[in-house]
T-cell receptor, first 112, second 116 residues
Framework: GDSVTQMEGPVTLSEEAFLTINCTYTATGYPSLFWYVQYPGEGLQLLLK???ADDKGSNKGFEATYRKETTSFHLEKGSVQVSDSAVYFCALSEDSNYQLIWGAGTKLIIKP | DTGVSQDPRHKITKRGQNVTFRCDPI?????LYWYRQTLGQGPEFLTY????????KSRLLSDRFSAERPKGSFSTLEIQRTEQGDSAMYLC??????????????FGPGTRLTVT
């Protein structure tokens, strides 16, 4: 079945460092791909999405590009801030509004 | 409308008891989803509704789990004869749905269940 694998955390970086959180997937068809973020004490929020190959999703300085050839959707940010500290989840959906299949999450800690 | 709400936020129960959780979606959303999240894992899809119709329930974890959305607005998730393995965060999400393609799922804060 479909699955999502993302790098284990926690990932600890200094403020202004470059961030990459790896995400790879297996799917039978052509899924849509998502990054969700969960800030401490808050619910899950959609960060960005891409619905077809080579699409780039972006939001709040974060970017991820849908790479069909490597089945990847890595999350990047050029300069992280302390406020980016959160748990980041990669997810896919074979149906655009049906069930989401999730990675295990990656905890990001940014130190000032 | 301030978003998806869930009640209670925390529930502690003894093994063997029944529990019911409530989810109130964003008012104009016609789809409602339930997920379970255990510590250190991503959410796991359980079931979803479009209006009052439950369109997928094969992923409910056992026949002890059931969900309803009787009037197409709020939904309840019931777990009968709880077991310690049911301890988890139960998440609700809602979205619109139509023929436009992608519709974002908005998540509630979750109900944390502890079975002792």
């Amino acid at each position: 079945g479909d699955s999502v694998t993302q790098m284990e955390g926690p990932v600890t970086l200094s403020e202004e460092a470059f961030l990459t959180i790896n995400c790879t997937y297996t799917a039978t068809g052509y899924p849509s791909l998502f990054w969700y973020v969960q800030y401490p004490g808050e619910g899950l929020q959609l960060l960005l999405k891409a619905t077809k190959a080579d699409d780039k999703g972006s939001n709040k300085g974060f970017e991820a590009t849908y790479r069909k050839e490597t089945t990847s959707f890595h999350l990047e940010k050029g300069s992280v801030q302390v406020s980016d500290s959160a748990v980041y989840f990669c997810a896919l959906s074979e149906d655009s509004n049906y069930q989401l299949i999730w990675g295990a999450g990656t905890k990001l800690i940014i130190k000032p | 409308d301030t978003g998806v709400s869930q009640d209670p936020r925390h529930k502690i129960t003894k093994r063997g008891q029944n529990v019911t959780f409530r989810c109130d979606p964003i008012s104009e959303h016609n789809r409602l989803y339930w997920y379970r999240q255990t510590l250190g894992q991503g959410p796991e899809f359980l079931t979803y509704f479009q209006n009052e119709a439950q369109l997928e329930k094969s992923r409910l974890l056992s026949d002890r789990f059931s969900a309803e959305r009787p009037k197409g607005s709020f939904s309840t998730l019931e777990i009968q004869r709880t077991e310690q393995g049911d301890s988890a965060m139960y998440l609700c999400a809602s979205s619109q749905w139509g023929d436009r393609g992608f519709y974002e799922q908005y998540f509630g804060p979750g109900t944390r269940l502890t079975v002792t």
